[in-house]
């Protein structure tokens, strides 16, 4: 099984609303990661938890708060975001031995209004 | 750290032929490079993958070719069909040693490829 789960699979929210999203795998990986994507672009990085320890933040607005409950499990919750956070969020998972495959859930297409 | 650039930025090909999308890398450290697929609105899907001690590798109509002297790898279709169009990803990253970047994705901007039947 190399399948990765994201709920909602649509979200839309306003500037003033608090929302979460969800991941969840069950394939033992011990690396999971938070991306976001934009039209036609690369996933752009925004958080890696390292066996459920917060191992890369790269410089993300404090509006996204990330959460590593449990090795299968990984939420995003987000606050007060922008029009401009309005993109396509991605959670993927890894082995960080042996094996580094990286497999992306389906995502959650965010609209901030 | 890394930086790994892809050509072209758009590829069409007719059915049948042949596609080829080039990546370069620039982090000697890097030791695997996945390539993925990506349908419009789908996620990104992982079709193929190598790692630095092997020169190419295939999986039926898909291949991949590493110059690790060079520093480049390609991604080679054959027999190209419609459902190959999509946008293809190369990427880099080191699984040896520690540090917060182990394992890391470091992607291309993408191929937008287009097959025309």
């Known amino acids: 099984d190399t399948e990765v789960t994201q709920t909602p699979k649509h979200l839309v929210m306003g500037m003033t609303n608090k929302k979460s999203l969800k991941c969840e795998q069950h394939?033992?990986?011990?690396?999971m990661y938070w991306y976001k994507q934009k039209a036609k672009k690369p996933p752009e990085l925004m958080f890696v938890?390292?066996?459920?320890?917060?191992?890369i933040n790269e410089s993300v607005p404090s509006r996204f708060s990330p959460e590593c409950p449990n090795s299968s499990l990984l939420n995003l919750h987000l606050h007060a975001l922008q029009p401009e956070d309005s993109a396509l969020y991605l959670c993927?998972?890894?082995?960080?031995?042996?094996?580094?495959?990286?497999?992306f859930g389906p995502g959650t297409r965010l609209t901030v209004t | 750290g890394e930086n790994v650039e892809q050509h072209p930025s758009t590829l069409s090909v007719q059915e049948g032929d042949s596609a080829v999308i080039k990546c370069t890398y620039s982090?000697?450290?890097?030791?695997?490079f996945p390539w993925y697929k990506q349908e419009l609105g789908k996620r990104p899907q992982l079709i193929i993958d190598?790692?630095?001690n092997v020169g190419e590798k295939k999986d039926q109509r898909i291949a991949v070719t590493l110059n690790k002297t060079a520093k480049h790898f390609s991604l080679h279709i054959t027999e190209t069909q419609p459902e190959d169009s999509a946008v293809y990803f190369c990427?880099?990253?080191?699984?040896w040693g520690r540090g917060s970047t182990l394992g890391r994705l470091y992607f291309g901007r993408g191929t937008q490829l287009t097959v025309w039947p």
């Open positions: 993927a998972s890894s082995q960080l031995t042996r094996t580094y495959e990286q497999y």
């Open positions: 394939m033992g990986h011990r690396a």
């Open positions: 938890y390292s066996y459920e320890k917060l191992s």
């Open positions: 982090d000697s450290a890097s030791n695997y």
């Open positions: 190598i790692r630095s």
């Open positions: 990427a880099a990253s080191h699984t």
